[in-house]
């Protein structure tokens, strides 16, 4: 009897022991080189340093800092230690901060002694900002899970639903460093109203998250839209996705108290805080990462994609050019929100009643909607009346059914075309106080 008591904590013993183990070497590692005098840039002098002052010299990172230096400069193993020790500054500094200069010169020398491209390597100032309240700064293994969160709580980075960090990682990628840092808008950020600080997301070493990207939320405003600057591209407002935000008192766990705790956290494969979700948050998927701003469109426009053809229209032809309109907000920025309904009606220039078939469709992931099969049923003259419900909710409809509320803009009006008779064959028509048609199948439309 009393030797089966002791098997469950026997058996949690050597689970920790594991997860400890196998955490601070779940690398993919490259087949290893002969340590090779470091580089210009990699001193292994100043981390030794660095690192007593951050940890003290009977510390376990002080044991890494020499190990790391025995497994030599860029090599997998030496940078496998440089992310221990990186995850040991993080933990430190996940709370209220004191300086920070001796961390981030720690940091930057890390990391110029990993096998991470020294152009991409930014100043300590960078990390100064990431180490301090507003900033975030965490190392992410392939099989953990959970965010990676500011240490106010605010904005957050996540893989999406219950992915590991791994299935978001282009194939072969070890453990990561994400960071960041908030900053003010000086009013040229958005041309839409914005209702927080902008963040800027990054990650050591620079990657392209798999489709359909993390998850980039912000947590202590309702739910509106985040809008993405993208480098070297156009402005962006995202499809909304509700991040996992926490109430605050679950975000603050107590300091590890050794560095196992630290590694086991690190490797985990689950948060400790996952029940204690909170019902506001705006967020957004994207593949890169560049400053983003949680913003509030007023209202949603439409952008043809396409020139309606004046004439050689014909009744129960679809309409060539295919009918293509990208959502965006009343700003102008493109908006890549799915599952908006956009329709089409036709305005008769003698009152003729008439209908267009197959006329509705719904975005897809880039703010797009299509409708392929679209035509009318009567000979004439028309203007081509263009319209959507803006942002909404439908269980079964809309899989998203806590979809942040904006209402449509102004319809658009093409100029008059004409159309030849025809034979229409079966018009299947969408109109206003119908409702909700169900999703569309991939070419944006479904009978």
């Known amino acids: 009897m009393g030797g089966r008591s002791l098997a469950p904590f026997l058996l949690a013993a050597a689970v920790l022991i594991g997860a400890c183990s196998e955490g601070a070497n779940d690398v993919p590692t490259a087949p290893e080189f002969a340590a090779k005098p470091p580089p210009a840039s990699c001193n ?15 510390s376990t990172e002080s044991g890494l800092a020499g190990d790391m230096k025995n497994a030599g400069a860029q090599t997998a193993q030496g940078t496998s230690i440089g992310y221990q020790i990186l995850a040991s500054i993080g933990g430190k500094y996940d709370g209220s901060q004191t300086s920070t200069s001796n961390a981030s010169a720690l940091t930057v020398a890390l990391l110029k002694c990993m096998s991470i491209p020294a152009a991409d390597v930014p100043g300590a100032t960078v990390f100064d900002d990431a180490l301090a309240l507003s900033g975030a700064f965490g190392v992410k293994a392939p099989n953990s899970v959970g965010p990676v969160t500011s240490h106010d709580g605010a904005w957050l980075l996540e893989p ?29 950020f958005s041309n839409d109203e ?33 809008q993405h600057n993208a480098a070297g591209s156009t402005a962006e407002v995202l499809g909304f996705v509700m991040p996992s935000c926490f109430q605050e008192i679950a975000l603050r766990e107590g300091e590890p ?43 949603v426009n439409l952008a043809p994609l396409f020139t309606w053809k004046k004439a050689g229209n014909t009744v129960g032809k679809p309409f060539v050019p295919t009918v293509e309109y990208q959502i965006q907000t009343k700003a102008g920025t ?43 049923n009567k000979a004439g003259g028309y203007t081509m009346v263009s319209k959507t419900t803006g942002t909404s909710s439908k269980p079964g409809v809309v899989p998203n059914a806590d979809l942040p509320s904006v209402p449509a803009g102004s319809s658009v009006n093409s100029p008059l075309i004409n159309v030849k008779n025809g034979s229409p064959g079966q018009c299947v028509t969408f109109h206003p106080g119908d409702d909700l048609p169900e999703a569309p199948g991939p070419n944006g439309f479904k009978p």
């Not at 560095?259 to 909170?278: G, I, S, V």
């Open 44 to 58: 292994f002098t100043t981390i030794s340093s660095l690192v007593k002052t951050e940890f003290g010299a009977s």
């Open 160 to 188: 999406p639903g219950n992915q590991t960090w791994g299935s978001t990682l282009p194939t072969g990628t070890g453990p990561i460093l994400v960071y960041g840092a908030s900053r003010t808008d000086d009013g040229s």
């Open 194 to 226: 914005s209702k927080s600080n902008i963040f800027d997301w990054s990650t050591l070493p620079k990657v392209t998250f798999n489709d359909p990207g993390v998850v980039v939320g912000e947590c202590t405003l309702e739910s509106q839209f985040v």
């Open 257 to 299: 108290r050794t560095f196992a705790e630290r590694m086991f956290r690190l490797f985990a494969p689950a948060p400790a805080y996952a029940t204690l979700l909170t019902s506001t948050g705006s967020g957004g998927s994207k593949r890169n990462l560049s400053p983003f701003q949680v913003i509030g469109p007023t209202e």
């Open 334 to 376: 493109e908006f890549l929100q799915d599952y908006v309904l956009i329709w089409l009606e036709a305005l008769g220039n003698q009152g003729a009643k008439v209908d267009v078939c197959n006329n509705w469709a719904y975005t897809n992931a880039n703010g797009v909607a299509q409708f392929p099969t679209a035509y009318l």
